[in-house]
């Protein structure tokens, strides 16, 4: 499921900004850039990351600053010795002013070496990482949360759907076989007929039941309103199922195709044809949940 969240933390200095986006996948990937030198907090920050999501692919950005300090800057001497040295000889030799004041000095590139010198310490910076990082998921979550609700409610409407043409189709089963015996038994009067000749009830019957047998549909339909009800079931429990309806879908698919093939009637083919296409919107919408 898509989502964004992003999470702020200060302590001792450290400022950690965090920000996470999550895209449709099957499976979980984590994606992380950090600061230099954090590169070894993956392991603790995948571990807080899969609290919080169990599918998709999670792209983290985690950025730390730290407020600069005296050791953070280093003057070279032996850059600014240089630099004075040629200035005067420079000026001695064209009869120049020699005189360059100390700030001119100071600009000039490699006089100041801008530079962290202290060593950096995941340990004792994890505690901040993590609280930016928990309140970039929180927000994630949040943010899911409400898709994930509207999702819900669209599932449950295509379900309805489904269950309606499916006692649709539960209605006209019976009527198939019926309908089967009385045109066979038109044509056949009329093919025989022609020639005078007879046909046994027997035959009909037997011919009548062996299209019954190839065309009953009812274990099916049995399946699938169980299908349909566990589906309703699973989108009710407080853990991530995405795998379970992503399942049930599959096999509510398999029942629908077996109806249609198996039924060899146009109005339940129609029928059928709404079924698929409810069930597709489910398929789509269940790849986004985890």
Partial sequence: MTGQGSGHATQDGISV?????????RYFKLALRASDGYSSIEPRVDEVVRRFVR????????????????????????????????????????????????????????VVDERVTRTVDTDADWPVIKAALTQALEALSKMRGGEGEAMAADMAENCTVIAGELESVAERAPLVVEGYRTR????????????????????????VGLFGERSDISEEIVRLRSHLEQFDAVMKLDESSGRKLEFLTQEMFRETNTIGSKANDAEIARHVIEIKAAIEKIREMIQNVE
């Fill in 17 to 25: 900004a965090a920000e996470v986006r999550t895209v449709n996948s």
């Fill in 55 to 110: 599918r998709g692919t999670v792209q983290l950005d985690i950025r730390i600053d730290r407020e600069p300090c005296a050791e953070d800057f280093r003057l070279n001497e032996t850059a600014l010795a240089s630099y004075q040295e040629q200035l005067t000889s420079v000026a001695e030799r064209l009869n120049l002013d020699s005189h360059v004041s100390l700030e001119a000095l100071l600009a000039l590139p490699g």
């Fill in 184 to 207: 066979l038994t038109e044509r056949l009067n009329k093919l025989l007929g022609e020639y005078d000749i007879r046909t046994e009830p027997s035959d009909v019957i037997r011919e």
